[in-house]
């Protein structure tokens, strides 16, 4: 496993994992035919599971899902896409995540050959580990909402 400050338990990482490459199946994407599943974890352990849902604007299913659900807390989150590289979140997406989720939460990147990677000796079978804070630098989050403003009262 790669070395990084994160720490989610071995078993959760591994049905994250699991469950967003479940969720890629789902995936409907018939304008971009760029499948993209993702799984949050909760802090109860809960694995939320979504995928790309295509329309003429495309959607971040996952989280939409979770908070319509009333989740809106997450200890973990895993993206996996048909490409055998690690893919990082659009741009939108990473927006999404900020809204939701601690700037250190970790963020799974996970490639389409990860078992393969994994049977064939990689200990990490090719996943990035990173964060929000890592992926959307100096951004803005829902707490600079509350920041006070010149002439406000």
Do not use: H, W
């Not at 990482?13 to 890629?24: G, M, N, P, S, Y």
């Not at 979504?50 to 979770?66: C, L, M, P, Q, R």
Request: charged fraction near 25%; charge should be neutral; proline fraction near 7%.
């Amino acid at each position: 496993m790669s070395a990084t400050t994160f720490s989610i338990r071995v078993e959760d990482r591994t049905r994250l994992i699991q469950a967003a490459f479940e969720a890629k199946e789902f995936a409907y994407s018939k304008y971009s035919n760029f499948r993209v599943g993702a799984s949050l974890l909760t802090p109860s352990g809960e694995i939320i599971k979504g995928a790309n849902i295509e329309n003429a604007s495309y959607g971040k299913t996952a989280f939409v899902k979770a908070v319509s659900e009333g989740k809106s807390s997450f200890t973990a989150l895993a993206v996996v896409t048909d490409v055998a590289s690690p893919l990082s979140p659009c741009g939108m997406c990473r927006q999404v995540i900020r809204e939701f989720c601690k700037q250190q939460m970790p963020i799974l990147l996970v490639p389409c050959d990860y078992e393969t990677r994994l049977a064939n000796g990689e200990p990490d079978g090719g996943v990035k580990e990173t964060s929000i804070a890592a992926l959307l630098p100096d951004s803005f989050g829902p707490e600079d909402l509350e920041r006070p403003r010149p002439g406000s009262k």
